[in-house]
């Protein structure tokens, strides 16, 4: 890891002033120069000690205050500060009774010592998980380069990788949080150096390999999330969230899947069914959720709707078990709903 100096940011104005004019858009590149934002730490410091990342200045805005409050109003929604811990959101009543998909979600990630250091902008923005992409030796497609080693036949290890959306990256997005606050219809609050503030919805938030391989989230260098929002559900709305995992232990998803619905009775009336792990962003999966709005939950249609979502699946040379492993969880969670 290189030498840095460290800046404890008092304000957002603080942070965004101390931001070097020369910064990388591209955190992937070993710049010089450059200064980059750091909440938890978590992902920012595995990319410095693995030679990806080489800033002369970090910028802590860990301690800014005002990001990590939570506020829940029954018209408006849920409000959840960039800063705000997983820990806290875990331990929130209001999120357990009015958002369980989300609640699930953050209780299967990482580990309790993880979850009360780790930060919610911090954990929707982190970099895809590749054995690649996350190595300094591997010039990929996403890392500037000429290939792709993990869709290799023969060599590459792609056995965690995507099956949808996978034309020109096979990398999957690590955040199964983010899974779940996309099938909320959640968005991100961005404020700018200009100190304009932005509300992106969560769909538009992430950035498909296929429309801009050099980017994950349309989030720039000069800029930082305040606050995470959810929509107030109806009275009606229910939701819950399935992860799968190689180990009981804490591990990263091998497949993810959460579902929110507004029932009347045992029929969906609406759904958002959003997958993790499948592709190289969040995906929501318009064909599961065609084919359960309007229909009563249960076996057949659950199933149907769970052959949609992999319709369009097209598996690497090692990973076609995701296949009937999504079949599994989605038919699962949708019944769960029930």
Known sequence: ?????????????????????????????PTKGAAVFKSGGVDVFDWAKEGLLSPEKIINIRNIPGLDQISYDRKEGMRIGANVTLA??????????????????????????????????????QRNRCWYFRS?????????????????????????????????????????????????NASVVIVGADGKKKEVLMDDFFVSAGKDISMETILQAKEIITDIMLPAPSKNTKSFYIKNVARESYDWSLGDVAVVMEVSGNTCKSASIVLGAAAPVPYRSMQAQEAMEKKDINQENAMAAAKAAM?????????????PLFESIIKQAILEIT
């Not at 030796?137 to 290939?147: E, I, N, T, V």
């Not at 690590?174 to 899974?179: D, G, H, L, N, Q």
């Not at 319709?311 to 296949?323: F, M, Q």
Request: glycine content about 4%.
């Open 1 to 29: 890891m290189n030498k840095f100096s460290w800046y404890e940011a008092k304000s957002l104005e603080d942070a965004l002033q101390q931001v070097n004019s020369t910064v990388s858009e591209q955190l992937y590149e």
């Open 88 to 125: 806290d959101i875990a331990s929130n009543e209001e999120i357990k009774s009015n958002y369980l998909a989300l609640h699930q979600a953050v209780n299967d990630a990482a580990t309790p010592q993880l979850r009360n250091m780790s930060t919610l902008g911090g954990n929707i923005v």
């Open 136 to 184: 300094a030796d591997h010039q990929c497609f996403r890392k500037a380069g000429d290939r792709c080693f993990a869709r290799h036949s023969e060599t590459g290890e792609n056995e965690n990788h995507a099956i949808i959306d996978n034309g020109s990256c096979v990398s999957i997005h690590a955040s199964s949080i983010a899974t779940a606050l996309m099938a909320f």
């Open 311 to 323: 319709s369009i699946a097209r598996p690497l040379s090692k990973n076609a078990y995701k296949v």
